[in-house]
Structure formats: structure tokens, C-alpha cells
């Protein structure tokens, strides 16, 4: 289920928004049908009681050989009118209600004042809709057919009035029909003015909220960029309150550590000054020194100083040093790499390769490539060169023919001044900074730097780098 969900903080916002607006819309949805059926009941049932007040009026003051004519023309399939000589019979529950009494009073305050008029009133609910129900009685002993208009969902749907005037000569005016029951609470009008409501509010909703999470993925890829540049430009303070303090505080980390990387590189150059002086004069002293094993050691040990000295300040200077980006064909870049080393008479050799273009460092990308190279012939006895894009960019392998690594120290070897025992021991040279120094360039590129034992024996060592 939560793979169906979005991800990202803008579609899980737009989900949330659509959920309320729909619960919203239905519970709008809701009240107005409530209150529309209401007002049908209400407006229906007063047309009727005034147009049964204003038939008992006619016939009351119409003469008497004039009545019976009125009320058949009074009568129509939907509003049944009749005299009768006796009371017609109406029960106490059929007369009770809270709308019974509001349209028998509506009726006696329409007709003329008159001691002991009594005025029956009775609603009862459809066959379909259940509850109290009672039988019409029109002209012709039957009940009057439902009336089909928008106020009425249909025939199933409606509610019987019957009613019973006194008239001055002491006949009986009885009344049929039929009330609307409710109103249609999802009209085509009605459904699409909501329906122009949710789009309205969905754009505006979708154009606040991107607007709002815009500066998160700018500080996202500032923090991106950030890992591979530490001096990057600063992004642009911008957004709400509370992006504006976020690009704020990151711009203020990135000086820092800007500063700080620059205050380490000082640092150690001023240690390489201050120690090359007390190791010149260790060198002056050994060479004043009576030839023989015990000068030559004191030598051996100087210079293993002063070039672990100068390893650590290059890779000091190296992860400080800014080279510019610019577009290179990395493939291109590989091949002439392993060429020039071809032609010194390394051992080393690469697959052909289609082109690879990629913004990149050039000088520091030899430079991590050439570390790869040179311990695949020192420590493996050659280098097979292999370049193919992949889904995530570009893989550049350097595979050999050594021992190869033990798998617990593959991601020990990438730290710096470590160097494993045995083949790879300090005989063979080097202060243990190769891998670090390649690891810090291709982080710097935004890639990475990976290294497994092969099958059949030996390396490979394979570097990711983002088109």
C-alpha cells in the first residue's frame, strides 16, 4: 500500500489537499441536499394547502347547482376533489404531525371565520417509502396518480395529503393529492458548479504548493553539489520564512567548512616547513657521518620522511585545489591514459569504447584513473581497461591478475596511510594515499568508488561517474 503512495513532500501534500476537498465537498454535498429537501417539503405543502383554501372558497361561494361542475373541473389526475354528504372518516393517528397541523391552520386562516368549522388534515408516506399510509378516495374510488415534476425523484417517491373542508350547507369538500417528498440533491447545475469549485481550488492548491517546495529541492541540490564542491557558489536566500533561515544556515555550514578545509591545508603546510627544516639538518648530520650501514639507514629513514611528508601535503592540496568543470569525453580521456602508458611499456590495455560525454575535472580524473592503473601493474602485473554506460551514468573497470584483496579489507584499503601486508606491503612503494586520493575525486564528481575480487582471480577496481 505504500508503494502506491507518492513519495515526495509535494504529491503527498497534493493527496492530503485532494482528501480534504473531497471529504469538503461531500459534507457541502450533504447539508445543501438536507436543506433543499427541506425547502420542497416546505414550499410544496404551503402551494398545496393554498390551492386546497382557495378550491374550498370557490365551491363554498359558488351556487349549489354550480358546485358539482367546479369540482369536476377542480379535479385532475394528480389533485382529486369531491363533496360528500357525511364527515369523511379520519383517525387521530392519521391527523397527527407536526406538518398536518401547520397546513390545517394554513387552510382555516384562509377561509372565512366560522364557529365549530373543524378541518381534517392527514399525510401519510408511499408504499415505497414505508410508514403510515392510508387509501385516496377520488371521484372514482381511486387514489390519485403521482405527480412527475423536478420537485419528485419518481412514482416511489412521494407523500399522500388528504384533506376534509366543512362547507356553510354542511356538505363535505374532500381533497387528494399528493406532496413532493424530496428534491433531486445532485443536479446537473449543482454538479458542475462543484466540479468548477474543486478544479479552481485543485490549480491554485497545486500552484501554492509547488511554489512552497521548489526551495527544497534547491537546497537539495545545493547539498548535493556541496559534497562535490566545497566551494560552490552559495544558493540565493529565497521562499518563505522558514526556507529563507534553511538556505541561510546552509550557506553559513558551507563557509565554515570552506574555512575549515582551508585553515587544515595552512596547518599542514606550516608543519611540512617547520619539520623539513629539523629533517634538512638530520640529512647534513647522517652525511657528515663516516660511511657505512648505519649512515646509509639514517638516510633511507630521512627520505621515507620527507616523502611521506610530501604525499601528505599533496593530498592535502589536492582535496583543497578547485579545477573547473568542464565537458570532456571520458572514453576519450581513458583511452589516451592507457596509451601513453602502452607505449612506456606498461602492460596495459582497454576495450574499445563509444563516446561518454561528462562535465568533469579533467586533470583530477586522470589523476584518479592513473592511481587505479599503476597498482593494477605494480600489485596485479597489468591493467585491462573497460568503459560501458550504465543506467546511472558511465563505469570505468580496472581489472588485473594479482592475489586480489581479502574481502575484510576491501574498504580499509581506501583510507589514507592504509596498506596491506604481504604483495602489497611498503616494498613495493607508497605511502598508502593512491586509493584515498582516487576516492576523494571521484566523490568530488558526485560518483563512486567501488572494489571487488573477480572470479577468476585478481581486481577490479570500478569507478561510477554521473553523465
Known amino acids: 500500500m505504500k508503494r502506491l503512495l507518492p513519495q515526495s513532500l509535494f504529491g503527498q501534500t497534493i493527496l492530503i489537499l485532494l482528501l480534504g476537498l473531497a471529504l469538503s465537498h461531500a459534507i457541502g454535498a450533504w447539508f445543501y441536499g438536507s436543506d433543499r429537501e427541506q425547502a420542497v417539503r416546505s414550499v410544496g405543502g404551503l402551494v398545496v394547502a393554498q390551492r386546497i383554501a382557495n378550491n374550498a372558497r370557490l365551491v363554498e361561494d359558488a351556487p349549489q347547482d354550480w358546485r358539482s361542475r367546479i369540482v369536476d373541473a377542480l379535479s385532475d389526475p394528480g389533485f382529486r376533489v369531491s363533496l360528500s354528504a357525511t364527515e369523511p372518516p379520519f383517525s387521530p393517528d392519521e391527523e397527527g404531525g407536526a406538518i ?30 414505508g410508514g403510515p399510509q392510508f387509501g385516496f378516495r377520488g371521484p372514482m374510488g381511486s387514489p390519485p396518480a403521482p405527480m412527475m415534476h423536478r420537485g419528485m425523484h419518481g412514482p ?5 395529503l388528504r384533506a376534509a373542508v366543512p362547507l356553510a350547507d354542511g356538505l363535505w369538500l374532500e381533497f387528494s393529492t399528493v406532496l413532493p417528498d424530496s ?13 468548477i469549485m474543486a478544479v479552481i481550488v485543485l490549480v491554485v492548491s497545486i500552484w501554492a504548493v509547488r511554489r512552497l517546495t521548489a526551495p527544497l529541492g534547491l537546497l537539495a541540490r545545493a547539498a548535493e553539489r556541496l559534497g562535490r564542491d566545497v566551494a560552490a557558489e552559495p544558493i540565493t536566500v529565497t521562499g518563505s520564512a522558514e526556507m529563507r533561515r534553511a538556505a541561510a544556515a546552509f550557506n553559513r555550514m558551507q563557509d565554515r567548512l570552506r574555512r575549515l578545509i582551508e585553515n587544515r591545508t595552512l596547518m599542514l603546510a606550516a608543519i611540512s616547513h617547520d619539520i623539513r627544516t629539523p629533517l634538512t639538518l638530520l640529512r647534513l648530520r647522517a652525511e657528515a657521518i663516516e660511511a657505512g650501514e648505519d649512515r646509509d639507514r639514517m638516510l633511507a629513514t630521512i627520505a621515507d620522511m620527507d616523502a611521506m611528508l610530501e604525499a601528505t601535503l599533496g593530498f592535502a592540496r589536492d582535496e583543497a585545489r578547485t579545477e573547473p568543470r568542464r565537458r570532456v569525453d571520458v572514453a576519450a580521456l581513458v583511452e589516451s591514459l592507457a596509451d601513453d602508458m602502452a607505449d612506456a611499456g606498461f602492460p596495459v590495455s582497454m576495450e574499445p569504447a563509444a563516446p561518454a560525454i561528462c562535465d568533469c575535472q579533467s586533470q583530477g580524473l586522470k589523476r584518479a584513473v592513473t592511481n587505479l592503473i599503476d597498482n593494477a601493474v605494480k600489485y596485479g602485473g597489468a591493467a585491462r581497461i573497460s568503459l560501458r554506460p550504465v543506467a546511472e551514468g558511465v563505469e570505468i573497470s580496472v581489472d588485473d591478475d594479482g592475489p586480489g584483496i581479502p574481502e575484510e579489507e576491501l574498504s580499509r584499503v581506501q583510507q589514507p596511510f592504509y596498506r596491506l601486508e604481504g604483495s602489497r606491503s611498503r616494498e613495493t612503494g607508497g605511502v598508502g594515499l593512491g586509493l584515498a586520493i582516487t576516492l576523494s575525486i571521484v566523490q568530488a564528481h558526485g560518483g563512486t568508488l567501488s572494489l571487488g575480487n573477480r572470479p577468476q582471480g585478481g581486481l577490479s577496481a570500478r569507478i561510477l561517474l554521473p553523465l
Do not use: K, N
Open 100 to 129: 398536518s397541523s401547520v397546513i390545517r391552520e394554513f387552510i382555516a386562516g384562509r377561509l372565512p371565520t366560522r364557529v365549530g368549522r373543524q378541518i381534517h388534515v392527514a399525510i401519510a408516506q408511499s408504499p415505497a417509502a
Open 156 to 160: 416511489g417517491a412521494w407523500r399522500g
Open 183 to 195: 428534491a433531486p440533491g445532485a443536479s446537473f447545475q449543482f454538479m458542475l458548479s462543484m466540479a
